[in-house]
């Protein structure tokens, strides 16, 4: 697609405002976007840290957060943009606990876990390249693949959120072509969301970033599907406004082409689908995807 600015689609579900400490954001800036571009619906997922130190931890509490999503919901909402509270959690096996405990007493409409880089991770820029040296791809990914495939299996949230990111801190030491020659370090991450019926993410930003592709690519969402997956969403993860909706239709794109005829999300009730506009699911070539 030449024009990465998406336009006329019902969703977009990975949004950080300046609730998050690494967006400047304000929400109305996104509402307002949304509403001159089309995009009916989004999802407000800044950022919840949970290791003491990490850059969301304590940055914004939960009072405030759901107090101005709300706000602007109530405000946006009737010039046609539907906006939900939303949360990105940070996960890891150490603070599994703590993530299930918020959880329990913090009520979201939305929730994306993703794995981040931890204080002491080798893929920081100080480290990524010793740690990379003599190893295997299999030995590079294995920190982050570990605790992606225990986040997928956990149940706790409503979708993995970019499940391949790593790509991007292992750039250029680790080539997006090595990924694509090694399918099978998927296959735990992707049995394990099917398993707990956790929707795989589509995440555009990778299109803007160096690697090019989606977080994951689509011969992974492809393989998703094969193995049963019935469930994906996709998000801009936008952190500045200029990225808003950015290839989104390229998200909604790959999951059509893997056979997704609907997305799925949640609305703080049970889960909803999104069918896929028709112009995405007919596309150039012909029909995609088919209803689930």
């Known amino acids: 697609m030449t024009d990465r600015q998406a336009r006329d689609l019902p969703l977009d579900a990975h949004l950080h405002t300046d609730l998050s400490p690494d967006s400047d954001v304000p929400i109305d800036d996104y509402a307002q976007a949304a509403l001159e571009r089309g995009i009916l619906e989004l999802a407000i997922t800044d ?23 709300r706000g602007a919901a109530e405000r946006w909402g009737p010039r046609g943009v539907t906006i939900r509270f939303g949360v990105e959690l940070t996960y890891d096996r150490s603070w599994e606990i703590d993530i299930r405990e918020h959880l329990a007493h913090h ?46 299996r956990s149940g706790l949230f409503d979708a993995l959120g970019h499940l391949d990111v790593v790509k991007r801190y292992l750039h250029p030491h680790v080539s997006t072509e090595a990924f694509a020659a090694a399918p099978e370090l998927y296959e735990p991450i992707l049995r394990a969301l099917v398993e707990s019926g956790t929707a795989l993410e589509i995440n555009t930003s990778g299109l803007r970033h160096p690697i090019g592709e989606t977080y994951p690519p689509a011969s992974i969402i492809s393989r998703f599907r094969e193995l049963g997956g019935r469930a994906v969403s996709v998000g801009s993860d936008a952190h500045h406004r200029e990225h808003f909706g950015w290839a989104l239709a390229d998200g909604y794109e790959r999951a059509a082409e893997a056979g997704f005829g609907a997305l799925t999300f949640r609305r703080g009730e049970g889960r909803v689908t999104v069918p896929m506009p028709t112009a995405i699911r007919t596309g150039p070539n012909g029909p995609h995807g088919r209803s689930l």
């Not at 929730?111 to 299999?138: E, F, K, N």
């Open 47 to 69: 950022h919840l840290d949970f290791e003491p130190g990490a850059p969301a931890f304590g940055y914004s509490t939960f009072a405030d957060r759901e107090r101005i999503v």
């Open 107 to 152: 009520a979201y409409d939305f929730t994306i876990g993703s794995v981040h880089d931890r204080l002491d991770s080798p893929y920081h820029p100080a480290r990524v390249r010793g740690w990379v040296a003599g190893r295997s791809l299999a030995e590079i990914v294995e920190p982050s693949f570990v605790e992606v495939e225990a986040a997928a």
